[in-house]
């Protein structure tokens, strides 16, 4: 069974950029580059990776698709473009050059709850249809209504949700996320990573049995059809290697069929980013 990692990062540490890798994340402080992850990708029998931005300017944008150029196993990037430009479509004609973009994503949680109702960002957001780039959507669960609005705003547009919409895993809240969760799953132009819950767990306490719950309800509302895998690495070294995530959702797409299990680990990333492989 072929596989695709659709969320993983490659950065030249920075302290200053890179602030939010405060010393609570230390394992992470540090560069993470391809030669880092081609052995974990060969080791867990995945053929490739779509390489997720992790600093918004348009020069890590290209720091990808340089990477991408030089190392054939990054099948896919999601750049960074300010959304918000005046000259936003100008920004993407300029990246349609490069085939390997297939997307582009903002950090929203990063913003005000409300940062997907501005008009400038809207605008952004409908200008990447005329270039068929997906979106990934990063948001905090508690932003996940305005996410709801987005998407029905932009039917044609096609999303994806990052890291299930980040629930407060580590305290177990799940009621709120799983409502909205139903809802935005409802929108058809939507898909779900399954990445990233790892880190929104107790980092050093962590259960499988903690993530289950989470699992469950993405599966139930999005079903086969509509999820990914994603590592989030290096991101995820700070509770778990890369093997382990995998293992977690090895264990837990076990009681798919095979077919539903592909579409989870390849299908659903080759169609959504339009990869090559």
Same mark, same amino acid.
């Given at each position: 069974?072929?596989?695709?990692?659709? !969320? $993983?990062?490659? &950065?030249?540490?920075? =302290? @200053?950029?890179?602030? &939010?890798?405060?010393?609570?994340?230390? %394992?992470?402080?540090?560069?993470?580059l391809p030669a880092d992850l081609k052995p974990l990708l060969d080791e867990n029998q995945f053929q490739g990776c779509v390489a997720v931005e992790a600093h918004q300017s348009e020069e890590q944008t290209n720091f990808l698709v340089d990477l991408a150029a030089k190392n054939d196993f990054i099948k896919g990037v999601v750049g960074w473009v300010d959304l918000r430009a005046a000259n936003i479509s100008e920004r993407l004609e300029h990246f349609s050059n490069h085939k390997i973009i297939k997307g582009f994503r903002? @950090? @929203? $949680?990063? *913003?005000?709850d409300d940062f997907m109702l501005r008009n400038d960002?809207?605008?952004?957001? %409908?200008?990447?249809?005329?270039?068929?780039?997906?979106?990934?959507?990063?948001? #905090? !669960?508690? $932003?996940? =209504?305005?996410?709801?609005?987005?998407?029905?705003? #932009? =039917? *044609? $547009?096609? #999303? @994806?949700?990052?890291?299930? %919409?980040? =629930?407060?895993?580590?305290?177990? *809240?799940?009621?709120s996320w799983r409502r909205n969760i139903e809802e935005i799953a409802k929108a058809e132009n939507v898909l779900c990573k399954v990445s990233g819950m790892v880190t929104e767990a107790d980092w050093q306490n962590w259960k499988t049995q903690d993530l289950q719950p989470y699992l469950d309800v993405v599966f139930e509302n999005f079903g086969a059809n509509r999820l990914l895998f994603g590592s989030d690495w290096p991101v995820c070294n700070v509770a778990a290697e890369y093997q382990k995530v995998v293992q977690t959702v090895e264990n837990y797409l076990s009681q798919f069929s095979i077919n539903e299990q592909n579409k989870v680990w390849f299908e659903n990333a080759k169609s959504f980013y339009k990869l090559e492989i």
């Open positions: 069974m072929k596989r695709i990692d659709s !969320h $993983q990062h490659f &950065w030249k540490f920075d =302290p @200053v950029r890179d602030s &939010w890798i405060d010393d609570s994340m230390a %394992a992470i402080q540090r560069d993470f903002h @950090v @929203v $949680q990063a *913003e005000a960002f809207r605008n952004g957001i %409908a200008a990447l249809k005329s270039f068929n780039y997906t979106y990934d959507i990063l948001i #905090f !669960h508690r $932003q996940l =209504p305005a996410a709801i609005d987005l998407v029905n705003r #932009f =039917p *044609e $547009q096609k #999303f @994806v949700i990052d890291h299930i %919409a980040k =629930p407060d895993i580590k305290s177990g *809240e799940i009621d």
